[in-house]
């Protein structure tokens, strides 16, 4: 009995071990990947790596540059090889995005012309076209913001599928080899000044998620990710906003989290909604919530308004918790500000540091936990401007600028720009980050940068 048990034992460890490696192994591999808009994580934060870049040119660690045909401000998903990332070609020529602030309406018609929705997979490690899929070809049928495309939601994807959403048009789901496997159609409604859509859809479990928020009836719904059904829809008290949901896994309980102009609000998994608060939000609400060392933070703020709130909260809420008179905090909303809500970078949190990117090309920072300010408005440089989120890794900051420059700040209590890095081309896409790559969209291209050799 004893050599029978040794004999069982010399055969089940190393079977069990190897198991747990694979389970650790996959693990690993599953943080290398870059899910949906902002990364896995919504913030923005990468792990370090010493492959990660921080200096670049159109030619200096570049591992590949691929053109993209088409205009579309989405950002690159990545999937263990495979990169994917949607554009919209059109057969006409029509009004092409610029830099700079429009403070007025939108373009109010649609733009002329056929148009191809397209969906392009490359490979990670040289850049090629492993396949091309046309999601739809027609006639635009609503108009966008002049300084928008028709392919400004980033796809999303659970490693087994790809759900690529085309605002006002429809969710698309492909395999990861291309198969289209079925597409939800989206009934088009009037959006604020005709901006359109904007916000990502995110994915969790077998649902995925999308807010529709416009001018006539706005919603949030799950749809099956295997089948495309409906699972459940709730209609929103709100006018259009373009802020993408947050899945918030807390200690407590996992929700879904959708800013609003009227209310923010966060959701159960089944579409109920948990808890709610005015926020007074910017005229417009554009950044995206997300969460780190446990914190959720809310944030607008449109550059006409007077009110440009940040909010932090706490997990566990319920009901209205909304601030009263001239609260800065309650139970569950940890610290406040008025005045520091950017217009379209979403913020990062990263080392204990909450920086705001302005899009007139000013930086600030506060403490993530308390809101205390650490050093208020720091100029890049007189005439930039962001659109694109700000990401991290390796100690260090990134800020893509319009231009197509990246300004390099070191992170900590002073405000440090220690490098730029320009690619010469309009930017307004967020960058992604993934196995030790860097990949930075442009007008025309998609650039892979990386030490690597």
Same mark, same amino acid.
């Given at each position: 009995m004893y050599l029978t048990n040794v004999l069982m034992r010399a055969i089940i460890l190393p079977l069990v071990l190897g198991s747990l490696a694979s389970s650790l192994s996959a693990g690993e591999t599953n943080k290398e990947n870059f899910t949906r808009f902002r990364g896995q994580n919504g913030d923005g934060v990468s792990s370090d790596d010493p492959r990660l870049p921080e200096t670049w040119s159109t030619t200096e660690n570049v591992k590949w540059a691929t053109d993209i045909p088409g205009w579309a401000w989405s950002c690159p998903t990545i999937w263990g090889d495979k990169v994917f990332l949607t554009t919209v070609v059109s057969e006409e020529e029509n009004t092409k995005p610029s830099k700079g602030l429009y403070l007025g309406q939108g373009v109010r018609d649609p733009a002329k012309g056929i148009h191809q929705w397209l969906v392009y997979c490359m490979d990670i490690n040289t850049g090629k076209v492993i396949w091309k899929k046309q999601a739809h070809k027609g006639n635009p049928v609503v108009p966008r913001h002049p300084k928008s495309t028709y392919g400004v939601e980033t796809a999303t994807t659970d490693g087994e599928r790809l759900y690529v959403l085309f605002g006002d048009l429809g969710m698309f789901c492909y395999d990861l080899d291309g198969e289209l496997l079925w597409q939800h159609n989206i009934t088009p409604e009037k959006t604020f000044y005709d901006y359109g859509a904007a916000a990502s859809p995110v994915v969790h479990g077998d649902q995925v998620i999308f807010v529709y928020d416009n001018q006539g009836q706005s919603y949030i719904t799950s749809l099956d990710t295997k089948t495309g059904k409906v699972q459940w829809r709730t209609d929103r008290d709100e006018r259009t906003t373009w802020a993408t949901p947050y899945i918030w896994q807390n200690k407590q309980r996992t929700e879904i989290v959708v800013c609003g102009f009227n209310r923010n609000r966060s959701y159960d998994l089944d579409g109920n909604l948990l808890w709610e608060f005015n926020g007074r939000m910017s005229n417009l609400v554009i950044p995206s919530p997300f969460a780190i060392d446990g914190i959720l933070y809310i944030t607008s703020g449109y550059i006409g308004d007077a009110h440009r709130p940040v909010f932090a909260i706490r997990p566990g809420a319920s009901g209205d918790i909304t601030l009263d008179g001239d609260e800065n905090a309650n139970d569950y909303i940890v610290w406040y500000l008025p005045l520091a809500g950017p217009y379209n970078p979403s913020p990062i949190v990263y080392k204990g540091q909450y920086y705001t990117l302005y899009d007139r090309g000013f930086l600030t920072s506060h403490e993530a936990k308390t809101g205390k300010e650490i050093y208020g408005k720091r100029r890049f440089a007189g005439g930039v401007s962001f659109t694109s989120s700000p990401w991290a890794y390796n100690g260090k900051l990134f800020f893509l600028s319009e231009d197509g420059d990246t300004y390099v700040v070191k992170a900590g209590? !002073?405000? !440090?720009?220690? &490098?730029?890095?320009? *690619? &010469? !081309? *309009?930017? *307004? #896409?967020?960058?992604?980050? #993934?196995?030790g790559k860097l990949f930075i969209r442009t007008a025309t291209k998609l650039y892979c940068i990386t030490n690597e050799q």
């Open positions: 209590s !002073e405000f !440090e720009v220690i &490098g730029k890095n320009s *690619l &010469g !081309e *309009l930017c *307004l #896409s967020t960058p992604a980050v #993934s196995q």
